[in-house]
């Protein structure tokens, strides 16, 4: 059993290549491997399934965001932690990367199933953010609401930092986004002493 | 075929119990029926499967929310908006309604595919509300941003709502949990001008 130099890459993006122009439903592992000259069994060492290749690096992205806010100041309040957690799960999809992101979410519009996947993977996200607050002393409901902010702004950063002619880092639209949630609550200060 | 008073009514309360009970996989729609001296032929009147015994008035719920929604005043913000909305959705919970949504969520909580279901109806809501706030005039991602915090806000509150010992109304602890969300953004503004 050879090792392959840079298989994993070649075949994440020989799969890409077969998703789009073929469709998921129509494309087999076995002619992911054919397609760039690699065997059924190579791609089998490097992803369990064809679907793995679409979510593979998920689980760094959830530890970045998760160390984002860790890193965070202590006395940060819970959006200021967001807003860290923010900045350094952008750092995960660099520029050079919005090609390949476009790609694949062409890719998963077209299956429901994995958009069903994709869904559970902010509702993780969620869930791991809420989590790493109260660890830090955030009380509930807090963390889950500053937690679900977060995988909110970064769900709509994403999807505008994939957009035709868009031009702007990732990280600098989740910053705009955020700050936009700030000031829709401020906006919102009226109902709440009405509230009371 | 004659009609039967509130079948409709006992086959929910009867698939409830049977689910709690015996486990939502381990109980059929016939079983459900008998239980309540029904035919299996009269469940399948009133639903058209044993799992939409639990999600019966799913649309109905959904309405109520986007009624909220057009029902603000037209000088409201998007968070206010989403204030009204909550408002309308909880009226849809009553209080003597609280023992039945507890044993639906712990029915719920045991089975993944449920759990599927009920994380795809949040994500419809949010959907629906983003829009119902376009069709207002609210701008993207401000419509986006204030419907997905309405949906999590909703979450959370109902979550609270059925907790053992809870006896505020939803529509209290919704109010609550909105106000706690415009209270962490007013903590985040010195990380907004900060990230200028």
Same mark, same amino acid.
């Given at each position: ?6 298989? *994993? ?5 020989? /799969? ?5 122009? $073929?469709?998921?439903?129509?494309? #087999? ?5 054919? @397609?760039?000259?690699?065997?059924? *069994? ?6 369990? +399934?064809? $679907?793995?290749? !679409?979510?593979?690096?998920?689980q760094?992205f959830l530890q970045?965001f998760i +160390?984002?806010v ?15 957690a923010?900045?350094? /799960? ?31 993977k902010f509702a993780g996200l969620a869930v791991a953010v809420a989590e790493a607050l109260r660890a830090?002393? #955030?009380?509930?409901?807090?963390a #889950?609401?500053?937690a679900?902010?977060g995988a ?10 994939? $957009?035709?002619?868009?031009?702007? @880092? !990732?990280? +600098? ?5 955020? *700050?936009?949630?700030?000031?829709? @609550?401020?906006?919102? #200060?009226?109902? $709440?002493?009405?509230?009371?």
């Open positions: 059993m050879r090792w392959e130099p840079g298989a *994993r890459e070649r075949l994440q993006a020989a /799969a890409l290549e077969l998703f789009a122009t $073929r469709g998921f439903e129509q494309t #087999t592992a076995a002619e992911i491997a054919q @397609s760039v000259g690699l065997t059924e *069994r190579t791609f089998f060492r490097h992803f369990s +399934d064809k $679907r793995e290749v !679409l979510f593979h690096g998920q760094e970045a +160390d984002g860790h890193a965070a100041p202590p006395d940060a309040s819970p959006l200021e932690v967001v807003a860290c923010l900045h350094a /799960a952008a750092s995960f999809f660099p520029d050079e990367r919005r090609p390949y992101s476009r790609m694949r979410q062409s890719v998963i519009d077209k299956n429901p199933a994995l958009q069903e996947r994709e869904l559970h830090r002393g #955030t009380g509930e409901p807090a #889950t609401l500053a679900e902010s909110t702004v970064f769900g709509i950063a994403f999807a505008q930092w994939i $957009r035709d002619g868009e031009e702007r @880092s !990732l990280s +600098d639209i989740a910053s705009q986004v955020l *700050r936009e949630l700030v000031n829709l @609550s401020a906006a919102a #200060t009226g109902w $709440r002493t009405a509230g009371e």
